[in-house]
């Protein structure tokens, strides 16, 4: 190929086609629809979400994206995941939704249709680009990257009306009705709508109230967020089972992040976030990701890891576990604080109690022990005032967060709904306290030095309280001793 702009004769390592070739292949290729009864997960839910959302914004048009895809290198892209409030309001998770657009269309003063703009499988006609697409095209051709569904299999997948991609620019650059965007997900559609500009605030709104609609799972969601925490829950005990290899393994942490991200990958779409391995003093860096140390086996480990279903749904669970399979009594001292903080958290979680509550009573047990244990040198009181807070020297962060279709869900809700909201039933979050004791802190002890640990769990709440999803893991620090020494045996 020789570009304009250079006038250099390029081209990749693919040969050329010749007419007589794209002739043949535009030839004798049998019908293969998808099965008419197939559904996407969930699909049920839309219309009672769709309302909620309409609701929300009468008479003005509103604009999803999925996203679109990252180019890696060249021709690769990264694996493409869709934008957590795309997959909320249409079911639709797979790899194959870059691009797309839900537009919900203002239906008059009061009500909307949710109408699907995608890229549809790709033509085999052959003799122009797009008919070519199907076995040239490596980003979108299906010979390349796998089928999609056509418009009216979308449509049954789905219950939405759709549309060909190709005649979303046309609506947005049409007669505006006023339009909201779920705007920095999509750069074609920012561009097509005038983003970012003026509407920076209705945008944000429309942002603030699709993660808002997410704060109360139903059913069927907290359904999904079981099974992520089941498979992660397997993946935990891969984990243990390979210790073994992975103690003499120079990169350890590496090869758990492999175990487990195996077991996240067979069961589910993968990860909910990147795995963190972190042996000895790894774990005071709250998001170790580099995980390429070795395992010292006298050391903690601790491992946060989730799986991410197919249909997205996240877990996110923290294990820190004695690699010599025994506490030893400084680890241990450390390991019943933060598990006493943690029960302390879960204990105050109930319908009507604030966000913050169980953050509170987690936070209280820590200061007290700090203090106990001559480490904090104010009374544990006078930390835990707002203008003080010196404990948070060794916590260094909150003490968990919503769960849902992203492992830091609904993080766009407003303050008064999320961090100063209440409790409600069908919320999901974690408890995760912790200690992240520095090695080189000159306030701590020796002994504590380089110490990280914590406790994280994944707890629905309840009418009357909350129900720990994760209980199959261990918490107690002999019950983690016992479970791991079970699953070595
Ligand atoms: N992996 C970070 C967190 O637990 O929130
Ligand atoms: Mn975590
Ligand atoms: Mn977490």
Redesign the pocket.
């Known amino acids: 190929m020789t570009t304009p702009q250079t006038g250099l004769h390029t081209g990749s390592h693919d040969l050329p086609v010749s007419p007589a070739l794209d002739a043949f292949m535009a030839t004798r290729w049998a019908p293969t629809p998808l099965p008419a009864d197939r559904r996407a997960p969930g699909h049920d839910r839309l219309p009672g979400r769709h309302a909620r959302l309409s609701a929300a914004f009468p008479g003005e048009r509103l604009v999803v994206p999925a996203g679109r895809l990252k180019v890696r290198c060249n021709d690769l892209d990264h694996r493409f995941r869709p934008h957590s409030a795309y997959a909320w309001l249409t079911c639709l998770t797979g790899e194959d939704q870059a691009d797309h657009v839900l537009v919900l269309e203002p239906t008059g003063p009061a009500g909307h249709e949710p109408v699907l703009y995608l890229r549809p499988r790709s033509p085999r006609s052959g003799g122009h680009a797009a008919g070519s697409e199907f076995y040239r095209d490596r980003r979108y051709g299906e010979f390349w990257v796998g089928r999609r569904p056509d418009l009216a299999e979308a449509a049954a997948l789905t219950g939405l009306r759709t549309e060909h991609l190709d005649d979303l620019g046309k609506l947005l650059t049409g007669p505006q009705p006023p339009t909201r965007v779920l705007a920095g997900t999509d750069p074609l559609v920012d561009e097509a709508t005038g983003r970012p500009g003026p509407h920076a605030r209705a945008d944000g709104e429309l942002a603030a109230v699709l993660s808002e609609l997410r704060l109360v799972k139903d059913t069927w969601e907290v359904d999904q967020l079981q099974l992520a925490v089941d498979h992660t829950v397997t993946g935990f005990q891969d984990v243990v089972r390979a210790l073994p290899t992975a103690l003499h393994h120079p990169r350890g942490e590496r090869w758990i992040e492999g175990v487990f991200d195996l077991r996240a990958r067979a069961e589910g779409n993968g990860t909910s976030y990147t795995t963190i391995a972190a042996s000895g003093a790894h774990a005071c860096v709250l998001h170790w990701i580099r995980n390429d140390g070795a395992l010292d086996p006298d050391s903690l480990l601790l491992l946060?890891a989730?799986v991410e279903t197919d249909t997205l749904y996240a877990a996110?669970?923290?294990r820190t576990l004695p690699l010599s399979g025994t506490f030893n009594p400084v680890q241990r001292q450390a390991y019943d604080l933060v598990l006493a903080a943690q029960s302390a958290g879960i204990a105050a979680l109930r319908p009507g109690a604030r966000f913050r509550d169980f953050h509170r009573a987690a936070m209280r047990v820590i200061a007290e022990g700090l203090a106990d244990w001559g480490v904090l040198r104010i009374p544990a009181e006078q930390a835990l005032e707002d203008d003080n807070g010196l404990h948070r020297r060794y916590t260094l962060c909150g003490s968990g967060h919503m769960l849902g279709l992203d492992y830091h869900d609904c993080a766009r809700a407003r303050a008064d709904r999320y961090l100063d909201g209440v409790l409600e039933p069908g919320m999901v979050l974690?408890v995760?306290p912790g200690l992240y004791l520095q090695p080189d802190d000159e306030t701590l002890p020796v002994e504590l030095r380089g110490l990280g640990i914590r406790i994280?769990d994944d707890l629905v709440i309840t009418p009357d309280g909350a129900r720990l999803m994760s209980h199959a893991l261990p918490r107690t620090a002999p019950a983690i001793e016992s479970w791991m020494s079970d699953l070595l045996r």
Do not use: L, R
């Open positions: 946060d989730g996110d669970i923290t974690t995760e994280e």
